[in-house]
């Protein structure tokens, strides 16, 4: 089945820990995203892909690095200057460029803070 | 100020009681708006796009209108199995990258 996989689906942070959070598709998509959801708060852009070595900073990038080596796979790394970073991860996709397209989203990662 | 705004924030509803969420926006230019159903634990799924005012888009028990100003998603006879978060999102024309959800609403329904 094709789909975006993410993965672990739950992930815990010590103080001054970086942490990376995986996320692979096989659907073939051009675009990549990642968001973050918080609780009474729409979704945020962190940080998009819409080509392999190139990517965007979104709304929220402080704190956070991606990279885009592969089509398939768009990793997102929370480092230790992120001082919030517990909340619900979810990194999407989109077949191409046109901003016309809609997303189709993995399963999430809940991070939190130990 | 870009802005999407859901109402209401939750909504129970009786099985085949029928009912509408609302999100609101307020944009420079609407380049589209789309609809996403989002399970506890999951990520989101999409429902509809919706591009010009006067739009309609239908599927199953759901129908997603669109007007200058709002967007109202439409339940008819829902069942327990819609039960879900429901998102709306809006993509502004001047900043094509840039997607604006709401906060969404959470349906329950009960048998």
């Known amino acids: 089945d094709g789909g975006i996989t993410q993965s672990p689906k739950y992930l815990f942070r010590k103080e001054g820990q970086n942490v990376t959070l995986s996320c692979e598709q096989n659907l073939n998509h051009d675009a990549m995203y990642w968001y973050r959801q918080d609780p009474g708060q729409g979704l945020r852009l962190i940080y998009y892909?819409?080509?392999?070595?190139?990517?965007q900073k979104g709304d929220i990038a402080e704190g956070y690095s991606v990279s885009r080596e592969k089509k398939e796979s768009f990793p997102l790394t929370v480092t230790s200057a992120q001082k919030n970073p517990t909340a619900f991860y979810l990194c999407?996709?989109?077949?191409?460029?046109?901003?016309?397209?809609?997303?189709?989203f993995g399963s999430g990662t809940q991070l939190s803070v130990l | 100020e870009d802005q999407v705004t859901q109402s209401p924030e939750a909504l129970r509803l009786q099985e085949g009681e029928s009912s509408s969420l609302n999100c609101s926006y307020t944009v420079s230019g609407l380049r589209g708006l789309f609809w996403y159903r989002q399970d506890p634990g999951k990520g989101p799924e999409f429902l509809f796009t919706l591009y010009s005012a006067g739009e309609e888009k239908e599927k199953e028990r759901l129908k997603a209108t669109l007007t200058k100003k709002e967007s109202f998603l439409h339940i008819t006879a829902p069942k327990p199995e819609d039960s879900a978060t429901y998102l709306c999102?809006?993509?502004?024309?001047?900043?094509?990258?840039?997607?604006?959800f709401g906060t969404g609403t959470r349906l329950q329904v009960f048998p």
């Open positions: 999407a996709s989109s077949p191409t460029r046109d901003r016309d397209e809609k997303l189709f």
């Open positions: 999102a809006v993509r502004i024309s001047y900043n094509t990258d840039k997607l604006i």
């Open positions: 892909s819409q080509i392999v070595n190139d990517f």
